[in-house]
């Protein structure tokens, strides 16, 4: 146990299900309530794509036992991915405040909310000259700053789009927004030095948004590492805290893969932009494609994990207009990264790739503001350590989202 207030995770385990047919994953759905109990007696880290595609579960006590029950009598192979939840997440916290106190790896750490804002303004600060500035855009349900920071390295090369990046839209993803910083950090102090970076910062008018969901994200430092939504008040009638911010978004809000019950991870909110935080960021998107008269190219929503790159649609399984062209791209992404440490990084539309998803966030920039490139890119690892990597994966995960690029 631990003493400080935060959530305990002794005797939790992660169970990896391999269903291998439709009817096996309608009963494991059957077996756990989902969507509705996500996150209540069941935290589902990674939902069954499609028979054959593991699903990872996490439970404790007699849930964990009724699991495993429920599938060896349905006849489901399991194997369990992590012995001990409580273990993991103070493993990775150790080695986290080891990396912050060295050069370790590559000197990289996760860092709260608090020292990702001081970060991005004396990010601003440090390269102003290269036309990088930060804004407030909106605020969280707990009045926290939702900041955005501009990179504008040639001002004057008039036919630049816009690219907008965001990390950390589901608090326990901690990998996402430390991505996210390390690559805007290595963009710009490279510059001068490096052929490459300089060509990319240059290539786009760039809007990264360090951390999507504050309040949830700091409390993931503070409270309980494993938390996922957004801290919105419950609604009336709910003790619950909340909102999926990836089911907040306008197209096909409120479908299949998201719940209506407040206390499920996947509470999709009363109606779409009802969390704060997705107002602001949507509209960040909206913003750039009215002002930026070349266009926004590419919209980029940071995810853990699984090691996918994810397309339109997550609503429905049917195929977006500009699908072939948004394979083509993604083909070219996952090739690039392979060649950096062999990881194989899938392609393909959120709905037939993992699974149906009613209000995720890169439909909204797809379907209702044009963004012909929209992308949900799911990070390392495959679930070894599902949330819970170590930081120094944090330099090659860099690595792999610069050839994404």
């Not at 207030?5 to 385990?13: E, K």
């Not at 008018?205 to 504050?214: A, C, G, L, T």
């Amino acid at each position: 146990g631990n003493s400080n207030g935060r959530a305990d995770f002794s005797g939790h385990q992660v169970v990896r299900a391999f269903p291998s047919s439709e009817d096996e994953m309608s009963a494991l759905y059957t077996l756990t309530n989902y969507p509705d109990d996500d996150g209540v007696r069941f935290d589902w880290w990674q939902p069954c794509r499609h028979e054959g595609q593991p699903c990872d579960i996490r439970a404790t006590g007699n849930d964990l036992q009724s699991l495993k029950t429920g599938l060896e009598d349905a006849g489901i192979h399991y194997e369990i991915m992590i012995q001990d939840v409580e273990l993991a997440v103070n493993n990775q916290l150790k080695l986290n405040s080891l990396a912050l106190n060295s050069t370790g790896k590559c000197g990289e750490s996760y860092i709260n909310y608090a020292d990702t804002m001081a970060w991005a303004k004396d990010f601003a600060d440090t390269y102003a000259s290269l036309g990088v500035s930060i804004r407030t855009i909106g605020q969280s349900s707990e009045g926290r700053d939702i900041v955005a920071i501009r990179v504008n390295t040639q001002p004057n090369q008039g036919n630049k789009k816009t690219a907008v990046v965001d990390g950390g839209i589901h608090a326990r993803e901690w990998i996402s927004p430390a991505t996210l910083r390390v690559f805007a950090t290595r963009m710009l102090s490279e510059y001068s030095t490096n052929q490459q970076m300089k060509a990319l910062a240059d290539e786009f008018i760039w809007e990264f948004v360090p951390i999507f969901n504050p309040d949830g994200y700091q409390y993931t430092f503070d409270t309980n590492r494993l938390w996922r939504k957004t801290r919105s008040k419950p609604p009336s009638g709910s003790s619950c805290y909340g909102i999926d911010a990836c089911r907040n978004g306008k197209t096909g809000f409120g479908g299949s893969g998201s719940s209506g019950s407040p206390c499920s991870d996947t509470y999709r909110g009363e109606s779409y932009f009802s969390a704060p935080e997705v107002a602001a960021v949507m509209k960040l998107v909206e913003t750039a494609t009215q002002d930026n008269p070349n266009g926004v190219f590419l919209y980029a929503n940071l995810h853990a994990y699984s090691q996918l790159l994810l397309t339109p649609y997550g609503y429905t399984r049917t195929h977006p207009p500009a699908y072939d062209e948004q394979m083509r791209v993604c083909a070219k992404a996952n090739e690039a990264m392979r060649k950096i440490d062999g990881q194989n990084y899938k392609c393909g539309p959120a709905s037939t790739t993992i699974y149906v998803a009613a209000g995720v966030v890169h439909d909204t920039a797809y379907a209702d503001f044009g963004v012909p490139h929209t992308l949900a890119p799911e990070l390392r690892d495959t679930g070894r350590y599902g949330f819970l990597l170590p930081p120094e994966y944090i330099c090659i995960q860099v690595e792999e989202i610069i050839r994404i690029l």
